[in-house]
């Protein structure tokens, strides 16, 4: 497996491809970078090719985790994640978001199921605007823009704002302090 790293949670291992704790790193980041993947030790995105091809075998559980500033750990749990190939633009689905492993019953991805990864310099989503550029600039599988944007912007402070990395199920955009997603392996 390539950048990222392994993690065990309850017993389960985990390979974690996007990791964002300091704000050492920029995540507003062309569509090349995201497709190869950048960042260091703490702040790293691994890559949508990693990503698909760690999908590619078979369908993954996907786990997302937030920090909140004022302590708050929030995780959430989907079923049969996949990322396809360059030829559909990294397009993401999964089958069912898994409250059972989830602290709160909230799907944010279900609006965001289907679609194609968009940055700001290469737009696939449906709006009639760049959702990356009018939302801090970072990549995501944005579908008419957002109920997560993990790759917003960082706040050094408890500020709410869908620019920043931050979750409509959590404080209704309010900034996270760190965020983690990973894959099943």
């Known amino acids: 497996m ?3 790293y392994r ?3 309850g017993g389960r291992t985990f390979w974690v ?3 964002r704790q300091t704000g050492q790193i920029a995540f ?3 569509w090349d970078d995201y497709v190869s993947g950048f960042g ?3 702040e790293f995105w691994a890559g949508l090719e990693n990503i698909h091809n760690v999908t590619a075998t078979s369908q993954r559980n996907l786990r997302v985790e937030a920090l909140t500033f004022d302590g708050g750990f929030y995780a959430f749990e989907f079923l049969d994640f996949t990322v396809g190939d360059s030829s559909t633009n990294y397009r ?3 089958s069912s ?3 059972v492993n989830s602290t709160i019953n909230c799907d944010f991805l279900s609006h965001h199921r289907g679609q194609q990864f968009s940055t700001f310099d290469r737009d696939n989503e449906a709006a009639p605007y760049s959702c990356s550029t009018n939302y801090g600039s970072g990549g995501f599988w944005w579908s008419s823009c957002l109920r997560i944007n993990p790759n917003g912007v960082y706040s050094t402070t408890l500020k709410p704002g869908a620019s920043y990395m931050a979750s409509r199920c959590i404080g209704s955009y309010k900034a996270l302090r760190a965020m983690q997603m990973m894959l099943q392996v």
Do not use: E, H, L, V
């Open 28 to 30: 507003n980041r062309n």
């Open 2 to 4: 390539s950048p990222g």
């Open 7 to 9: 993690q065990r949670i």
């Open 92 to 94: 993401m689905n999964y």
């Open 17 to 19: 491809f996007q990791q």
């Open 40 to 42: 260091n030790a703490t």
């Open 97 to 99: 978001f898994m409250r």
